[in-house]
C-alpha cells in the first residue's frame, strides 16, 4: 500500500506563490510517472505537471511557465513550484502516482483570491 501526503497548500494573493510537496512512504524512483493534478467543484479532475522516473517533466498549457514540478528523491518527495497564481488555480490539488496501480493523495486545498 502506497501512501501520498501533500502540503503547502493555503491562501494567497493574486500574483504570490505557493509550493505545494507530496511524501510518498516508498521510493519515488519506483514510480513510472508522479503526477499534480487539480479539481474544483462540478469539474472534472485536470492534470496540471508530470514528472516521469526519468526525469521528463510535462505541464498543462494553462500553467507552462508559472509551475514548476520537480523532485528530492532522498525525501521520497516531489513539488510543485507554483508562482504567479491567479484565481483560476484555485482547487484541490492532488499528487498521484503510478506503478502498475494508481495511487492518490487525499488532496490539499489552494485558494487565489483576486
Known amino acids: 500500500q502506497v501512501q501520498l501526503v501533500e502540503s503547502g497548500g493555503g491562501l494567497v494573493q493574486a500574483g504570490g506563490s505557493l509550493r505545494l510537496s507530496c511524501t510518498a512512504s516508498?521510493?519515488?524512483?519506483?514510480?513510472?510517472?508522479m503526477r499534480w493534478f487539480r479539481q474544483t467543484p462540478g469539474k472534472q479532475r485536470e492534470l496540471v505537471a508530470g514528472i516521469a522516473s526519468e526525469g521528463d517533466t510535462n505541464y498543462a498549457d494553462s500553467v507552462k511557465g508559472r509551475f514548476t514540478i520537480s523532485r528530492d528523491s532522498a525525501k521520497n518527495t516531489v513539488y510543485l513550484q507554483m508562482n504567479n497564481l491567479n484565481p483560476e488555480d484555485t482547487a484541490v490539488y492532488y499528487c498521484?502516482?503510478?506503478?502498475?496501480?494508481?495511487?492518490w493523495g487525499q488532496g490539499t486545498q489552494v485558494t487565489v483570491s483576486s
Open positions: 498521484n502516482a503510478r506503478d502498475g496501480r494508481i495511487w
Open positions: 516508498g521510493n519515488i524512483l519506483s514510480f513510472n510517472v
